[in-house]
């Protein structure tokens, strides 16, 4: 027979009151039952007799693997080490310790482990029933709850996992709490707290149920740390129990908990309840949703995330990197407001708040509905990237900035260092404000082929100092007219391009007529052009940049080659025998500035080395020394608003000098052949970047006549004359902003007359200097090199005259098989400076 302790609760706990001692022990049948008298202590194991058993005030009962029925407690203590045991029930702060034990309530009512006004820790156990887990509640006579401390254990029960009434606690430590049945609850929460760490806690239904006690305003507290709520068919968590009515709670979702709901809702806040939600660190999926009657405030902060909507929640806030992928969408006249902080993002539209804000990178992506006289604010770097509607102000400051993805309309914007960036290439936004006020950027975008613009249109007044940042397209207008992009009805606001636009092969300025704001054509080239004329202007300097190299060279060859003593300029078998076989290699550098003719001018960056070999051999009769080389050479062009361009030059060729020694005269001859690599990055106006590449071929030839008059004294003279010739094939290429460039086959004749002075200085080491100081003028006789953009001509006038000074110097060893050169100058001409050139190198005799 199994007899069970008189206990008597309600499903609150708090209304029928506890029976005496006197009646505790009238209420167990004597035949199969343990009673502990006040003071009493027992130990049991499992050699004892199975029984049900009673615990008076002060008495105390430790089971070791025992096997028991009904243990129940009053003001008692009991230690459960392993064994089983069918129900128990704890009353008026009693105490239990449980380790390793298993409770299993079969007789389908009430709970397995009750507690009234009483505590217990449950280690290592497990605990079953066919109703109710665990139930903590309180006698009405006490006004302390009771709590139990669940570690490493398992809870499985029909209907109710476990019941936490007024001013109970209930903590799981690496614990399970599993409701079964189709309609079960993980857990109820009435008035009291529940902390889970890396546990887990479902139902059948929802996975928790938060209640509040008749006429008690304790707040619930939920903190979940690395913990599950699921409810299998229904939500997370509900605060629809019993009908109970007002339930408060507080709900902390912390370090990557989750909560699963088989019905997509993880909250439904109704029955008047008063929720705080913050999610911190974890990642949840589903929707909040709040009736009517009751009010929700939600904080995701630290990376947490939402994907699912808030319906009806009073206050959202984003905070620290957090993400919300979904809606907000709050009632009419709820006051609901939504706060963006610090980097946090949401996905998703905005519907009927009362106010937006975003603030320290915070940034949205979706639409705006807001209430009657609802506001907008976007403050210290933040993003919205949306519609906005129906608002009565909008306040963009410090580098905020909304993004329209649709026509827009607000009855005030203020802008303070705030950016308004309407459509983009592809789509056109018309932004209707009543009035405009403070300091703002408008990034707008202008197709002028099509007459297709964003417009910006103030219906009432507009104040302040505003900036328009446009974009146009890379090709030319169809037509000279005037594009209109903004109409301003009054006030004295001030509107200024933050440069001249970009479109095509030219440029647009603004015309602020009448109440209408236009881009006005003009005769500046475009960013693009000036790259492009840039380039296709660079191949001359490019080309006799690496010449004077090889006509440095060939200089050197001439200026004592080989270390014999050449002062009286004898013929002889020796002076002969100094043109010997050389290798060599050379490092050169130079920079121009280029004033183009477009008023765009650029700062031209040269590199490269060259590598070659010559020898003697008999040409015509004649001693001559001819050689060849290879070279390769990078140039970088810098040009304005940070547009760069490089070309890549690979170059080969041949030369050869012929020196009558007795005369002195000589002629240099060079010639060779590059390949061309050009590339081209530029920054338009709007800031956009637009790219291009193409590769050609350039031909290259020099020959220079001069006179090496040597005195006496070491010192020498070398007038000379020199004609130079190049030609680079033209090209068709396209910019990827759609400019079309033709570029016209590029040609240079360029003639000089200058002289070398120089001296031969013997050291006592039986080395040699030779200083040197080479003047000369040249000039470009071509007029006209041709580039076609966009259908425009652009011719690129290269003649000009310039004066060239070089500095050298020349150490030939005492070995006499190795020379060291070098040199170092410039030139100043009308549309062409070369700020400075150097070069450095050295050959080997043999």
Do not use: C
């Amino acid at each position: 027979m199994r007899t069970t302790p008189s206990f008597k609760f309600d499903i609150l706990g708090n209304k029928w009151g506890i029976p005496s001692f006197t009646l505790l022990m009238l209420s167990v049948s004597a035949t199969h039952a343990g009673v502990l008298n006040p003071g009493q202590s027992q130990t049991i194991d499992s050699t004892t007799p199975f029984e049900s058993w009673t615990l008076n005030p002060g008495s105390e009962l430790i089971a070791n693997d025992a096997l028991t029925g009904d243990i129940g407690a009053v003001g008692a203590t009991l230690v459960v080490n392993g064994g089983s045991n069918q129900q128990i029930g704890l009353e008026r702060l009693s105490v239990m310790n449980m380790v390793g034990g298993t409770v299993e309530n079969t007789s389908g009512s009430g709970a397995a482990i009750r507690l009234a006004s009483s505590s217990a820790q449950i280690t290592n156990s497990t605990v079953t029933s066919n109703a109710t887990g665990l139930l903590l509640t309180r006698n009405i006579q006490d006004q302390s709850g009771s709590s139990v401390k669940l570690v490493n254990s398992t809870v499985t029960a029909s209907s109710v996992g476990a019941q936490v009434n007024g001013l109970g606690v209930l903590d799981l430590i690496d614990s399970t709490i599993n409701a079964t049945g189709a309609t079960s609850d993980g857990v109820r929460l009435l008035n009291g707290s529940l902390s889970a760490i890396n546990s887990s806690i479902s139902g059948g239904d929802a996975g928790l149920r938060i209640g509040s006690e008749p006429a008690r305003g304790e707040v619930s507290t939920v903190v979940l740390d690395n913990s599950r709520i699921e409810g299998r068919t229904g939500p997370a968590i509900s605060t629809s129990l019993l009908n109970l009515q007002g339930a408060k709670a507080s709900i902390y979702v912390l370090n990557g908990s989750t909560l699963v709901a088989g019905n997509g809702n993880i909250f439904e806040i109704n029955n008047g309840a008063t929720v705080g939600l913050t999610v911190d660190r974890s990642s949840l999926v589903g929707n909040v949703v709040v009736d009517s009657g009751s009010t929700a405030s939600t904080r995701f902060q630290n990376g947490a995330s939402l994907t699912g909507n808030l319906q009806n929640v009073v206050q959202v806030t984003l905070d620290t990197q957090s993400i919300m992928t979904g809606d907000v969408l709050a009632q009419a006249g709820s006051g609901a407001a939504v706060m963006i902080d610090n980097g946090a993002v949401l996905k998703g539209n905005v519907n009927k708040v009362l106010s937006l804000s975003l603030d320290h990178g915070g940034s949205m992506t979706g639409d705006v509905m807001t209430d009657i006289a609802g506001t907008v604010v976007l403050d210290n770097g933040s993003t919205l990237t949306g519609r906005i509607d129906n608002s009565t102000a909008v306040q963009i400051s410090n580098a905020g900035q909304w993004v329209t993805t649709g026509n827009s309309s607000v009855q005030n914007l203020a802008l303070e260092a705030g950016v308004v960036r309407l459509g983009d290439k592809d789509a056109f936004h018309q932004l209707d404000v009543e009035n405009l006020s403070g300091k703002g950027i408008f990034i707008m975008h202008a197709d002028v082929d099509i007459d297709r613009t964003d417009f910006l249109n103030v219906t009432k007044s507009a104040s302040g100092e505003h900036t328009l940042q446009v974009t146009a397209s890379g090709t030319n207008p169809a037509s000279p007219d005037v594009v209109k992009i903004g109409n301003i009805a009054g006030g004295d606001a001030s509107f200024a391009l933050s440069g001249l636009v970009d479109a095509g092969s030219r440029t647009y300025g603004l015309l602020r007529e009448g109440e209408g704001l236009f881009l006005q054509p003009n005769q500046t080239v475009s960013t693009s052009t000036n790259a492009v004329l840039a380039i296709a202007g660079s191949a001359p300097s490019i080309l006799y940049g690496e010449m004077t190299t090889l006509n440095s060279r060939l200089g050197d060859r001439r200026l004592g080659s080989g270390g014999e003593d050449t002062s009286t300029m004898a013929r002889s078998d020796a002076s002969v025998k100094n043109l010997s076989n050389s290798v060599w290699m050379r490092t050169y550098g130079n920079q121009y500035n280029v004033a183009n003719a477009y008023g765009g001018g650029y700062t031209q960056n040269q590199q490269g080395f060259a590598l070659g070999a010559d020898t003697q051999a008999q040409l015509g009769g004649q001693q001559w020394l001819i050689g060849a080389f290879v070279g390769s050479g990078r140039t970088d062009i810098d040009l304005k608003n940070g547009s760069t361009a490089t070309v890549d030059s690979l170059n080969a060729g041949i030369y050869g000098t012929l020196l009558d020694i007795a005369s002195g005269m000589y002629v240099d001859v060079v010639g060779k052949v590059n390949q061309f690599d050009n590339k081209a990055k530029v920054t338009m106006s709007d800031g956009t970047r637009s790219k291009g590449n193409y590769k050609n071929l350039g031909v290259s030839a020099t020959v220079e006549v001069g006179k090496h008059i040597r005195f006496d004294n070491g010192n020498f003279i070398e007038p000379f004359a020199q004609v130079g010739l190049a030609a680079v094939e033209g090209k068709q290429y396209r910019m990827d902003n759609d400019l079309e460039v033709d570029a016209d086959a590029a040609r240079s004749l360029l003639g000089k007359v200058g002289m070398t002075v120089g001296r031969e200085i013997a050291l006592d080491n039986g080395s040699k200097l030779q200083p040197r100081v080479r003047m000369a003028i040249g000039h470009e006789f071509v007029k006209s090199n041709d580039v076609q953009v966009n259908d425009d001509d652009f011719n690129s006038d290269p003649s000009s005259t310039s004066l060239e000074y070089t500095v050298g110097m020349n150490w030939i060893p005492a070995q006499k098989n190795w020379q060291v050169y070098g040199e170092l100058g410039g030139s100043k001409g009308n549309t062409i400076d070369q700020n400075w050139s150097g070069s450095v190198g050295l050959s080997y005799n043999f």
